[in-house]
């Protein structure tokens, strides 16, 4: 895999002047500097499980003792605040500062989510305003000392993955989500390829929805095909982070807004899903 185009130098907002934007910058550079780690959670296409992922993986890092923000730069469809509930989930402002909502185990979450009144907004946005917007949920959230910021991404490689990996700056690393059918992978090599151009280690792959564990007869069946992800990271010289199976349980914990890294089940999914977060405690991102 190579690069095609330069990394493009991130956007200047030509409303302001070089006064204001040099304050902002050291903003940013000032709240950026706090955070230790950054892990982007990234997909090739919608509906793979990727805020699933994102959203287990920080709640299971909080639970390991990190100090964790969680942030949902989806702004047509964010995710978090359905699959993480938190009773009155609204972000406060305090002068021109907001402080994030404090969810799950300790988590500092931050969606576009939790400034609309309902769910069911359609959010219409042009480029400009949601790098701006992306810029205002690095430097404007009070998001304090962590170990890890995980960002859920939108699916694909468009301006929200772009603007939020050039913001947040380093150290930084991408979990890269598919399932295991040949489309989803197809979709998952141009993630790869963003991941090159824009100088973000991968720090591994996760094959989602991968094979279905029978809760009757404990059979493993493989809905999706099998080994998609698995011969990707191959031929990518990339981690496998781990297989996460299909599981009902995902998605009724998912939809009652309390994902199943809060619980101590001990199940084939769970036991996939902490094999992949000791990966990736054990990897020192750069
Ligand atoms: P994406 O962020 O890639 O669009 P989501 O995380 O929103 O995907 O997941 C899409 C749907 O798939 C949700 O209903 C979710 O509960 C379900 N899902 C995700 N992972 C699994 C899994 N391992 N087993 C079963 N359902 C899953």
Same mark, same amino acid.
């Given at each position: 895999?190579?690069?095609?185009?330069?990394?493009?130098?991130?956007?200047?907002?030509?409303?302001?002047?070089?006064? &204001?934007?040099?304050?902002? /910058?050291?903003?940013?550079?000032?709240?950026?500097? =706090?955070?230790?780690?950054?892990?982007?959670?990234?997909?090739?296409? %919608?509906?793979?499980?990727?805020?699933? #992922?994102?959203?287990?993986?920080?709640?299971?890092?909080?639970?390991?003792?990190?100090?964790?923000?969680?942030?949902?730069?989806?702004?047509?469809?964010?995710?978090? *605040? &359905?699959?993480?509930?938190?009773?009155?989930?609204?972000?406060?402002?305090?002068?021109?500062?907001? @402080?994030?909502?404090?969810?799950?185990?300790?988590?500092?979450?931050?969606?576009?989510?939790?400034?609309?009144?309902?769910?069911?907004? =359609?959010?219409?946005?042009?480029? *400009?305003?949601?790098?701006?917007?992306?810029?205002?949920?690095?430097?404007?959230?009070?998001?304090? /000392?962590?170990?890890?910021?995980?960002?859920?991404?939108?699916?694909?490689?468009?301006?929200?993955? @772009?603007?939020? $990996?050039?913001?947040? %700056?380093?150290?930084?690393?991408? #979990? #890269?989500?598919?399932?295991?059918?040949?489309?989803?992978?197809?979709? $998952?090599?141009?993630?790869?390829?963003?991941?090159?151009?824009?100088?973000?280690?991968?720090? %591994?792959?996760?094959?989602?929805?991968?094979?279905?564990?029978? *809760?009757?007869?404990?059979?493993?069946?493989?809905?999706?095909?099998?080994? %998609?992800?698995?011969?990707?990271?191959?031929?990518?010289?990339?981690?496998?982070?781990?297989?996460?199976?299909?599981?009902?349980?995902? #998605?009724?914990?998912?939809?009652?807004?309390?994902?199943? =890294?809060? @619980?101590?089940?001990?199940?084939?999914?769970?036991?996939?899903?902490?094999?992949?977060?000791?990966?990736?405690?054990?990897? /020192?991102?750069?």
């Amino acid at each position: 895999m190579h690069c095609t185009t330069e990394k493009p130098p991130p956007p200047i907002d030509p409303t302001k002047n070089a006064a &204001t934007q040099m304050a902002d /910058e050291a903003l940013l550079q000032a709240r950026m500097l =706090a955070i230790r780690q950054r892990l982007f959670v990234l997909s090739g296409k %919608g509906g793979v499980g990727k805020s699933t #992922v994102a959203v287990n993986l920080a709640i299971a890092l909080a639970r390991h003792g990190r100090r964790v923000g969680l942030l949902d730069v989806d702004v047509h469809g964010p995710s978090i *605040p &359905t699959l993480l509930r938190v009773p009155d989930g609204r972000i406060r402002v305090q002068g021109n500062t907001m @402080l994030p909502v404090e969810g799950g185990p300790g988590l500092k979450l931050m969606s576009i989510g939790y400034l609309t009144t309902s769910g069911s907004d =359609a959010i219409v946005w042009r480029g *400009p305003r949601k790098h701006s917007v992306i810029r205002q949920f690095l430097s404007d959230v009070r998001w304090g /000392e962590l170990d890890y910021l995980v960002v859920d991404c939108p699916p694909g490689t468009g301006d929200e993955p @772009l603007a939020v $990996v050039q913001l947040a %700056g380093e150290p930084a690393a991408a #979990v #890269v989500v598919t399932t295991p059918q040949e489309v989803a992978v197809a979709d $998952v090599r141009r993630c790869l390829t963003f991941c090159h151009q824009v100088d973000l280690p991968i720090a %591994g792959l996760v094959e989602n929805m991968s094979g279905f564990v029978c *809760p009757h007869c404990g059979h493993a069946v493989d809905l999706f095909g099998a080994g %998609g992800g698995e011969s990707l990271a191959r031929e990518a010289g990339v981690p496998l982070l781990g297989r996460i199976p299909f599981d009902p349980a995902v #998605v009724a914990g998912g939809d009652a807004g309390s994902p199943f =890294a809060m @619980l101590d089940a001990d199940t084939p999914t769970t036991r996939a899903f902490h094999g992949i977060v000791d990966r990736l405690l054990g990897i /020192e991102v750069s």
